[in-house]
């Protein structure tokens, strides 16, 4: 049973498109995080979003934490070919000390 | 900074055979993890070690056994591969255990199992 579930688990757009990635879970999270991993490389962390609510802004990366701490979003504004990569959200559910993953995002953009 | 070096970056077993992936660390971190990922399901984690002589299963333990040799130190061990444990594997460390702790990557293991 996969805690956190990602969607859409591809996505191919045009340079200079919006996309967003959802993250979502039934569990409540104290925290989640998105990674963002390059082929034949591990993941690289780009957020952590802690509180409900949450939103924090990383250049054109838009990231939102759900009110309930269940779920997550990442907003890309006007893609670029730099973006291209596999998307990961991550967290450690409640009451235990375990980092686990969602199913991760694909993502290419076309030049 | 080399950071979490894993050993080796490839290999390829024969179903029966054993071998142990190396990683180690050089963050002074207290907290290391094994994960294996696979298409389209993201990272699961095999087991983890909060701090030095401690280890704990994860999502997918069986089949492998984990040695937290040294702070710097984790391996993963296959006793007998099978070819369900052809993946990817990735080592993984931070400062402390819990969340918003930053995990930090190796570059990865490809394992084959024929």
């Known amino acids: 049973t996969q805690l956190l579930e990602q969607s859409p688990q591809f996505l191919s757009i045009q340079e200079g498109e919006n996309l967003t990635v959802y993250c979502n879970s039934s569990s409540v999270f104290s925290s989640l995080q998105w990674y963002r991993q390059e082929p034949g490389e591990g993941p690289v962390l780009l957020v952590t979003v802690v509180t409900g609510g949450e939103v924090k802004k990383l250049k054109r990366l838009t990231f939102q934490f759900g009110d309930a701490r269940k779920d997550s979003s990442l907003h890309i504004t006007a893609a670029q070919p730099g973006d291209t990569g596999l998307y990961l959200c991550?967290?450690?559910?409640?009451?235990?000390?375990?980092?686990?993953f969602g199913t991760g995002t694909r993502l290419k953009v076309l030049a | 900074n080399a950071g979490v070096t894993q050993t080796p970056k490839f290999q390829v077993l024969k179903t029966g055979q054993s071998m142990t992936l190396q990683c180690a660390q050089d963050?002074?971190?207290?907290?290391m993890y094994w994960y294996r990922q696979d298409p389209g399901m993201g990272l699961r984690l095999i087991y983890y070690?909060?701090?030095?002589?401690?280890?704990d299963k994860g999502e997918v333990p069986n089949g492998y056994n984990v040695s937290r040799l040294n702070k710097r130190e984790f391996s993963l061990r296959l006793e007998s591969a099978a070819p369900s444990q052809t993946s990817v594997y990735f080592c993984?460390?931070?400062?402390?255990?819990?969340?918003?702790?930053?995990?930090?990557f190796g570059s990865g293991t490809q394992l084959s199992v024929l």
């Open positions: 991550a967290g450690v559910p409640s009451g235990t000390y375990k980092y686990i």
């Open positions: 963050m002074n971190h207290n907290s």
């Open positions: 993984a460390s931070s400062y402390h255990r819990g969340n918003n702790e930053k995990l930090f």
């Open positions: 070690s909060a701090s030095e002589g401690t280890t």
